[in-house]
């Protein structure tokens, strides 16, 4: 039985663990997201053999919603980074194409080697194989901290616009696929329609982010913070609920309180801005949302190293499968970055883990649309093995930029002290 100050105790050391895991990744490189996963197999390795071995529990509920608002904070955090100016849009610009592009050929090869290993119609590989070329901002954004600030910003674009595109993605397979199954329960609707949806969704997320912020920037409360949180989580599940693109209204939020002077730059809009009360709503959404992520990520990977089979990763179909489509990853990403930035691709060709978003999307699959011989382990070997690639890529960058310091350092440019002539010397 699980006891209130067991559980208690437990968190508390889980979210201290978690604050030394991160600062041992920053040394590192290694994702702490890795360290969560193991600290959750061995609490499960301790709920099967020492404490509660005749009564197993089911922590998939909680899973599923620490997986939902872990979501919504981490985009949230991301679209509060996001500054829309003139200098940026061109690196916004390839940021997106590149997520785009990198999703449909990721998610195109993975189906095919997953409609060859089990059998499956075509559409629901690549209802599976969405998941899987997702990359993830919850893994991404926290260790490219240290990169150069272009190479940073690239990856702060690239993982959110890639978890974005890939829900969309992800919706309108499973939303085709229901209405071919369950045609009255589950209306369908070609992509005209589902484009048609998103635009509507962008739209109402502008409205309703305009009047959230007019509201809000006149609220003296102390709790006003964890009230607009809550506006935004009703919003996203009512979104989610009337079948909108629900993520959009997140990122539309965010984009428009990162980038107040703009959003707020013409007609009466620009009169009914109160600038410096608005601007401390941004600051301590900022701090919010980046303890918020933390909590959440923490508990969401930990939680996933406790439901995950081990015994999955023995299978030599799961090994083959997995890097097949892990080699087709960097495959894919290698021929995108040449053409589309050149030959300064590195580390940011091995920077693509999967994570939050493969796992929450993986565990949102319709029953009805489920494929009975699927083996799981793929997806802990997919996150696995991409995570541990970018971690070696990290560190081989860290010692390449730490040579180049040093050589730097070796060879500076020599000086001489300079006195400057007396007037009235004469030359020898």
């Known amino acids: 039985m699980l006891e209130p100050y067991n559980l ?28 969560l996963i193991v600290l959750g197999i061995l609490i499960k390795l301790g ?12 922590f998939f509920p909680y899973l599923e919603i620490l997986g939902i608002v872990g979501l919504i904070m981490i ?35 993975a189906a095919e080697i997953l409609r060859y290993a089990f059998d499956m119609e075509i559409t629901k590989a690549w209802l599976y194989a969405t998941p899987l070329s997702i990359l993830s901002s919850a893994i991404i954004i926290p260790s490219v901290s240290e990169l150069r600030p272009d190479k940073k910003e690239f990856h702060i674009y690239e993982s959110t616009f890639s ?32 484009a048609g949806t998103i635009g509507l969704t962008v739209i109402l997320s502008l409205i309703a982010s305009y009047i959230i912020v007019l509201i809000f920037q006149n609220i ?106 892990i080699a087709s990853i960097y495959l894919i990403r290698y021929i995108i970055l040449r053409i589309m930035i050149g030959k300064d691709i590195l580390p940011q060709l ?13 565990y949102a699959i319709p029953e009805e649309l489920s494929v009975a011989n699927f083996e799981k382990g793929i997806l802990l070997f997919i996150i696995i093995g991409t995570s541990l690639i970018m971690t070696f890529a990290m560190i081989s ?9 040093k050589k730097a350092e070796r060879n500076m440019v020599g000086s001489e002290p300079w006195t400057a002539p007396t007037v009235g010397e004469k030359e020898d």
Request: glycine share 8%; hydrophobic share 55%.
């Open 220 to 325: 003296k409360s102390h709790v006003k913070l964890f009230l607009l949180i809550a506006v935004l989580l009703l919003l996203y599940s009512v979104g989610k609920k009337m079948h909108l693109s629900s993520l959009i209204i997140i990122l539309v939020f965010g984009l428009l309180i990162a980038n107040m002077k703009l959003f707020f730059s013409w007609g009466p809009l620009k009169k009914m801005l109160k600038y410096k009360e608005a601007l401390h709503i941004y600051e301590g959404l900022h701090i919010i949302t980046m303890e918020t992520a933390f909590v959440v990520r923490t508990f969401f990977f930990v939680i996933f190293g406790i439901i995950i089979e081990l015994n999955t990763l023995a299978s030599m179909k799961v090994a083959a499968v997995s890097l097949g489509i």
């Open 163 to 194: 978890d974005i595109l890939g829900i969309i993605l992800f919706y309108f397979l499973s939303g085709k696929l229901l209405a071919e199954v369950d045609p009255i329960g589950h209306p369908g609707g070609g992509a005209v329609a589902y």
């Open 8 to 35: 208690l105790i437990e968190s508390s050391l889980i979210l201290l663990l978690s604050f030394v895991f991160g600062e041992i990744s920053k040394r590192t490189s290694v994702p702490s997201v890795l360290m």
């Open 350 to 362: 091995f920077v693509a883990p999967r994570g939050l978003i493969t796992v929450l999307l993986f």
């Open 75 to 109: 985009v949230l955090e991301a679209a509060l980074e996001l500054e829309l100016k003139p200098e940026k849009y061109i690196p916004i610009a390839k940021a997106f194409g590149i997520a785009a592009v990198g999703l449909i050929l990721s998610t195109w090869v």
């Open 47 to 58: 709920i099967d053999h020492i404490i509660i071995p005749q009564d197993p529990y089911d």
């Open 397 to 405: 960058d860290k010692k390449r930029s730490g040579v180049a310091i």
